[in-house]
């Protein structure tokens, strides 16, 4: 059974009210006590009238019955109806009086409450609106120097340490990016040299290509993880993207590798405007078309679709996967068959495409196809009215 969950606020005003109703009980109970032993007792009164009878007829001591015992019984009756009312109506009234300054109660507990945990709204819609390209907000609580306060002081001290650790953080991906990049592109411009040198041998040149392949995939490597870094740090800049438009520009951009590797594209797109970062989504967009290629077979095919929901979905042939091992390679570097393909990818495709996915508040998911291959289907946040899908075949 799932366990019922109730917000401080409701919790609050339960203990508020249910203390109050406990009280007033209390109250109400000791209240009838009091009451009760203060109002005449019919014992107590039949004895003093009987009293006060033997000695206003001092002559009658002998008669069973003396005038006045109708006159006392009458009274007696009429004291315990009088103290049955008395006591019922307090009862009644009391309980009522309690009922209402209960609900009374409940209701200021709430407002109290309320107002009690503002602050916690207050640090609960801040944490809410921050994100890794906006971490300027604080929350600045004003009041009394007391638990909430220290709370809120708190969180905007943590707020300046991770915006301290965010600003470090691109400083470094700016300067690795350009550390790592120069001493790449120098190594190539001396293999290539060395190659085009009129001494060259068959052995350098081919020493020469393998190092250029090695140089290649480390390249491609540091873009990637540069990318990933800027990925999981958010968006610094968003903009309206015409899906529909990058997926096409990315399969013409992919149309030689399908054709040397023999597969054909299947393209149905519709109208779908998203906001976010162009160069991430045109990478995403690369990453999932691509591998979709690379992993496939001789005479397979990539269907690609856009539309609401999802709003890309990839679809190829290739090599049976099964069910258990598509959650790993969404993992850095994990590769189905990693004696396949190592020198043209860098196992980042996919870890790439969901933190992409991420940064602008989307999903990806992927299941194995029935034709094998995998199904992947990307989900992001709706922003445009679609309109009529156009449908195409290229390859």
Known sequence: MKELRLSIRTRLTAWYGGLFALAGTALLITNYVLVAATLPDPDNFLAVRRADSVSAYP?????????????STAALSTVEDYRESALSTLLLQSAVALVITVVLAVWMGWLMASRVLQPLHSITNTAHQLGADNLGRRINHEGPDDELKDLADTFDGMLDRLTGAFDSQKRFVANASHELRTPLAIQRTLIEVAMGAPDAGPDLTRLGNHLLD?????????????????????LSSRERIRLHEVVADVVASCSDLA???????????????????????????????????LYNEPGGTVHVETGSEPALRVVNTGEPIPAEVVPGLFEPFRRYRTERLASEGTGLGLSLVRSIAAAHEGSVSARPNTAGGLVLEVNLPVTDVRAAPMYGKIG
Do not use: C, M
């Open 59 to 71: 002559a009658y001591p002998a008669v069973g019955v003396l005038p006045s015992e109708t006159v």
């Open 214 to 234: 090695t140089n290649t995939r480390s390249e491609k490597l540091i873009d990637g993880l540069l990318l990933l870094a800027r990925s999981d740090r958010g």
């Open 259 to 293: 054709d040397s590797r023999q597969v054909r594209f299947h393209v149905s797109t519709s109208r779908r405007i998203v906001v976010g970062d162009p160069v991430l989504l045109s990478h995403l967009v690369s990453n999932l078309i691509r591998n979709a290629v």
